[in-house]
């Protein structure tokens, strides 16, 4: 697996990722011009640290007590 942002290649073994990555997908629909496209990523967690620090309203962060 890979960082679509930089092109790292993210640590796994045996199919079992060793470092955690930010994964998204979209399947968009009606009113956008990607209408029945499904659109997925991986940034690592640098390149996502560097993409919502760009943001002007940051992501929500809640804090989560059991995994």
Do not use: R
């Not at 993210?10 to 011009?33: H, I, R, T």
């Not at 029945?36 to 690592?44: A, D, I, P, R």
């Amino acid at each position: 697996m890979y960082c679509n942002a930089c092109g790292k290649e993210l640590k796994m073994e045996n199919d079992v990722l060793l470092e955690d990555a930010f994964e998204a997908k979209k399947q968009w629909g009606y009113f956008s011009k990607k209408d029945m496209k499904l659109h997925s990523f991986v940034l690592c967690e640098e390149c996502y640290d560097k993409l919502t620090e760009q943001f002007v309203i940051p992501p929500e962060v809640t804090e989560v007590t059991e995994l």
